[in-house]
């Protein structure tokens, strides 16, 4: 059964001006060290800073609690690439769906919680 849907698009640009502006701090606060490596792992790692960030925003929406915090959020990709969600949080054990895509300007995620 799905218990919550959320989408959000995100303007690569805006998300590079502030990891150039804020650096590490920035990174260190929004994504795990392991979101982090994957996006180093790309000459532009821009994009796909962005997809996590649109993918955590999306992640908040189908929770619909508004308490989770960026890094209970952690985005791995399994070998063929495909994005997936882990929640830390006591207690829970729904599941979480995400899709991300991004482009030259935006990326965009949509994540459903199902039990
Ligand atoms: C998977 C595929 C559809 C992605 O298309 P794409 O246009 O490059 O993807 P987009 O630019 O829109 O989005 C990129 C995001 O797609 C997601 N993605 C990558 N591979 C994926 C896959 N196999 N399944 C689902 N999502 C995938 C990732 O989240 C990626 O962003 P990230 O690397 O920052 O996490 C495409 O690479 C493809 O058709 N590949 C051939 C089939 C295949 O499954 N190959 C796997 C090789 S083992």
Known sequence: MILGIGV???EIGR???????W????LNHVFT????????KYKF???HYAGRFAAKEAIFKALG???ASWKDIEIQNSP?????CTYRKNGFQNNILLTISH???????QAIVTE
Request: hydrophobic share 30%; aromatic share 10%.
């Open 15 to 21: 998300l590079q001006k502030a990891i150039e502006r």
């Open 103 to 109: 482009s030259k300007d935006y990326a965009v995620a």
């Open 8 to 10: 959000d698009i995100i």
């Open 80 to 84: 063929a690439g495909r994005p997936e």
């Open 33 to 40: 060290p392991e979101e982090i490596r994957w996006a180093k």
């Open 23 to 26: 650096g590490e701090d920035f």
């Open 45 to 47: 790692p821009y994009p």
């Open 65 to 67: 609690e508004g308490q």
